[in-house]
């Protein structure tokens, strides 16, 4: 994932959320901070748990300040909030 931002939401602390629903239907959310205009952060996809998961299934990521407002977005195409029925 690549991110360019303004010089100003940095002064607003900006945080990368990955959202990440696998196809074994559990999902996953990784924080990343954002400390420079530009960067990139790599997500694995070659490791043993992603193996054990299935694999991808969907994700969304957004840049958000710390008070919670997103600044962007991005959504795969299939992208669903998983929705859990408790036994």
Do not use: C
């Not at 070659?46 to 919670?68: C, P, Q």
């Amino acid at each position: 994932m690549r991110w360019a931002v303004p010089p100003w939401l940095l002064k607003e602390r900006p945080e990368l959320v990955f959202y990440v629903v696998y196809k074994n239907h559990t999902e996953e959310e990784f924080v990343y901070p954002v400390e420079s205009r530009l960067g990139m952060q790599l997500f694995s996809l070659l490791d043993k748990r992603y193996e054990e998961k299935g694999g991808l299934l969907t994700y969304k990521a957004e840049i958000r300040t710390r008070d919670g407002t997103v600044y962007r977005e991005w959504k795969h195409q299939l992208w669903v909030k998983l929705i859990v029925l408790k036994e």
